[in-house]
């Protein structure tokens, strides 16, 4: 199987010229809809309103056994997406292997996200510009897990620059680093980790311990690549002539406040940069929750930070490919 420097480069154009379509097939759409197959096998529950079989005790106390149903599950559906994935790679490549490295491109092109993250960002930011607050809300919502019908035009930036900074981790460096280890394999079985989190990685009541595989192994897949986030965006705010010493200087105070290992190193980087201070309290599921706040007040969050996150955006998902394509090509 061939998946040289130059296909993840052409994967990386691929996804800045054409985002995510969405009557295009996606591996994402598929991984979730195996997760929800596999989770109905592996959750036992007794149907009396959804409560599991086997769960925490009334005092929190964690059960074992429904956290081994569930590293189970997570296990099945890594191993699973792993091996077809590679199947699918030799079955191309035994035809030609040009079919193969066009597959191969295909899959890793839809692990990135720099051009519909800035296309879902960009959208909210304009309907804030033109005045449409509701609209703005609406938009916001289908990009961040907090409740947005509260929020005022700063709570909103400032909602924007937190889901931009912290998705360029997941969406973009996190993919590049391991299309650069992996190659396709290692890039889809990522977005098969993030997407486990996603999906059953809560703390509630029924996935609190069900859930508990999924979301420390996305907290350990993306350890590395959320710090390597940090620096890379440290060095696009150079380019770009932004204070990097502030920038530094609030990783290291405020990036492991975040109540998430990771985080916190992307967003405290860009509240660093951009002079304005992310986090606070939110609503989440009907909640509000004290979160602590990264950066400081210099600059309160607007349209002129958002375009510079923008800048941001953009300068650190192509230091990420370069970066990926160097060790891409020393690795292969």
């Excluded at 409560?51 to 997570?74: E, H, I, K, Q, Y």
């Excluded at 190193?265 to 606070?280: I, K, N, S, T």
């Excluded at 599921?285 to 950066?295: A, D, H, N, W």
């Amino acid at each position: 199987m061939t998946f040289s420097a130059s296909h993840l480069l052409l994967a990386w154009l691929a996804d800045l010229l054409l985002g995510d379509p969405p009557s295009w097939p996606h591996p994402v759409r598929w991984i979730g809809r195996l997760i929800e197959k596999a989770e109905s096998f592996f959750y036992l529950e007794t149907g009396d309103g959804g409560r599991p079989r086997l769960g925490a005790g009334s005092d929190g106390t964690p059960d074992g056994r429904l956290r081994v149903l569930g590293a189970a599950f997570w296990l099945t559906v890594v191993g699973a997406v792993g091996a077809a994935v590679t199947a699918a790679l030799l079955l191309f490549h035994w035809i030609h292997p040009f079919l193969s490295g066009l597959l191969g491109v295909w899959i890793a092109c839809t692990c990135l996200a720099t051009r519909s993250l800035h296309d879902e960002s960009a959208a909210v930011a304009r309907a804030l510009r033109e005045g449409r607050l509701e609209e703005a809300r609406g938009l916001l919502s289908r990009i961040v897990s907090r409740e947005t019908a509260h929020l005022d035009e700063e709570g909103i930036w400032r909602a924007l620059l937190e889901t931009v900074s912290e998705n360029l981790s997941d969406g973009v460096v996190a993919p590049l680093f391991y299309l650069a280890l992996g190659g396709p394999v290692g890039g889809l079985l990522y977005k098969t980790v993030n997407t486990l989190d996603s999906m059953v990685g809560y703390r509630n009541e029924r996935y609190r311990d069900f859930g508990w595989c999924a979301a420390r192994m996305d907290d350990l897949f993306n350890w590395i690549p959320a710090r390597l986030t940090a620096l890379l965006l440290l060095a696009a705010g150079a380019v770009w002539g932004l204070d990097r010493r502030r920038g530094r200087a609030v990783v290291r105070r405020d990036a492991r406040k975040h109540k998430s290992p990771n985080a916190g190193f992307p967003e405290a980087a860009a509240a660093g940069l951009l002079g304005v201070q992310l986090g606070g309290p939110g609503i989440y599921f009907g909640r509000t929750v004290e979160k602590p706040t990264l950066g400081d007040p210099v600059a309160a969050p607007d349209e002129k930070s958002f375009r510079l996150m923008t800048r941001l955006l953009f300068t650190t998902s192509a230091l990420a490919a370069l970066s990926a394509a160097l060790v891409r090509g020393l690795w292969g």
